[in-house]
């Protein structure tokens, strides 16, 4: 069973994606700066460090086999004026790390309004969107692109608005950009997604939606 790095492990969709991971028997590698308060389990190996550390990032990427991209911000009023630079910043240490240990399989959670998947709201959709997380939409755009343009195995999953439901796994994943349109979907069910996509080749390469 391979090796899988999550990253932002402790909060989210990196929290569910670590139960999820370990439920279907992967040995899960949870990184976050509160990652040594995680409770010991089979399976898990908890590593606290900072994303934006190239040395920390490069410690926790040698011997895994692919990497959950999860990381994610705390909403608050300050997102309305305040630059958000954690998604790309974080981005660009990792792209490098993997390149040096040689890490190929990315899987990287942004969110359904992220690069191209604007042009799939409708204006009214759009202004509301980027007038309350336009910031951190910017920088996951940045994010988006240095993905793409890397030459990892990527893969890019935008959820749409997310839920707590942790009973309902069901979901669809939309691949192509005519059928991408906003939504709800569990949390529990991204990650479900985002773990079998470890081993599954088909989704390498492209960015996509996912929606209940």
Not at 42 to 49: D, F, N, S, Y
Not at 151 to 170: E, G, H, M, Y
Not at 177 to 202: F, S
């Amino acid at each position: 069973m391979k090796n899988v790095l999550v990253m932002g492990a402790t909060s989210g969709i990196g929290k569910c994606t670590v139960a999820v991971g370990l439920a279907k028997g992967y040995r899960i590698r949870a990184f976050a700066r509160g990652a040594d308060a995680l409770a010991p389990q089979e399976g898990l190996e908890a590593i606290a460090g900072d994303a934006l550390v190239a040395a920390n990032v490069g410690e926790v990427l040698e011997g895994v086999d692919a990497v959950i991209y999860a990381l994610g911000i705390k909403e608050s009023v300050a997102m309305l004026w305040q630059t958000v630079t954690l998604f790309s910043r974080s981005t660009e240490v990792l792209l490098s790390e993997m390149n040096k240990t040689g890490v190929k399989r990315l899987i990287a959670v942004t969110g359904f309004g992220a690069g191209r998947s604007r042009q799939a709201m409708s204006k009214v959709e759009q202004i509301g969107h980027r007038a309350l997380l336009g910031r951190p939409y910017a920088d996951k755009d940045v994010q988006e692109q240095m993905i793409i343009d890397s030459d990892t195995d990527w893969t890019i999953a935008r959820p749409v608005i997310l839920t707590n439901n942790q009973d309902k796994v069901s979901y669809r994943v939309l691949r192509d950009p005519d059928t991408w349109r906003n939504g709800l979907v569990a949390r529990k069910a991204v990650a479900d997604y985002l773990i079998n996509a470890v081993d599954d080749p088909q989704d390498i390469g492209k960015d996509l939606v996912l929606l209940r």
